[in-house]
């Protein structure tokens, strides 16, 4: 089968650094994506790896190394606009459906 | 620019009744798909289409159906509805062209009472 394991939850405050990560278990790899979901709308796609390394977007980055069949999700500057939910999924190849995690839920205070 | 649409927002149904979940793109995407997401969990695929006339099982398939007539559409028709189903649906799609990244719909919730 098929697995990608992911915390939980994540707390921390505003202004702050956080990393989520993603460990992966799955017949094949073609790369590594995150998305976003607030409480009851849709995800949104955040960022994609499909080399080893880090990938930068504004105030998120994302790392991917294929050997560890690990990954994770920086986020900067934490703000209150960030909690939300956070979910790595891996395509076994181009253009399959992507495998999601659970998902990582994010909390930031003041 | 609407991206991926789905009708109905909600919808309550009986045990053992049928509908049929709407989906459509217009971004002329090739690639779409169905995922349920129950409370507190990540998303499982139901259906795949790389395609029009080319559809194919996911994960969790028992109970639903698709089809796939033009590239915009995409609906999930669920038949004998079961309390098992009640969850938000969403229906997605992607392309090369925009790096694999999917643009979701804003989903359907469902509650099967």
């Known amino acids: 089968g098929q697995s990608l394991e992911q915390p939980s939850e994540v707390t921390a405050v505003e202004g702050a650094i956080v990393q989520i990560n993603c460990t992966y278990q799955?017949?094949?790899?073609?790369?590594l994506s995150w998305y976003q979901q607030h409480d009851g709308g849709a995800p949104t796609f955040l960022s994609y790896?499909?080399?080893?390394g880090l990938e930068e977007t504004g105030r998120f980055s994302s790392f991917l190394s294929r050997s560890d069949s690990y990954g994770y999700l920086l986020l900067q500057e934490l703000q209150m606009k960030d909690s939300a939910s956070y979910f790595c999924?891996?395509?076994?190849?181009?253009?399959?459906?992507?495998?999601f995690g659970k998902g990582t839920t994010l909390s930031v205070s003041s | 620019n609407a991206g991926v649409t789905q009708t109905p927002k909600f919808r309550i149904l009986k045990i053992g009744q049928s509908m049929t979940l709407q989906c459509t793109q217009d971004?002329?995407?090739?690639?779409m798909y169905w995922y349920r997401q129950d409370p507190g969990m990540g998303l499982k695929l139901i259906y795949y289409?790389?395609?029009?006339?080319?559809?194919d099982k996911g994960e969790v398939p028992n109970g639903y159906n698709v089809s796939r007539s033009t590239t915009e559409d995409f609906p999930l028709r669920l038949e004998l509805a079961a309390p098992s189903q009640t969850s938000v649906y969403f229906c997605?799609?992607?392309?090369?062209?925009?790096?694999?990244?999917?643009?979701f719909g804003s989903g359907t919730r469902l509650t099967v009472v």
């Open positions: 971004m002329n995407h090739n690639y």
């Open positions: 790896n499909g080399l080893d």
């Open positions: 997605a799609s992607s392309d090369a062209g925009t790096g694999w990244g999917y643009t």
């Open positions: 289409s790389v395609g029009a006339g080319i559809t």
């Open positions: 799955t017949s094949g790899f073609y790369g």
């Open positions: 999924a891996v395509s076994l190849q181009a253009g399959t459906a992507l495998i």
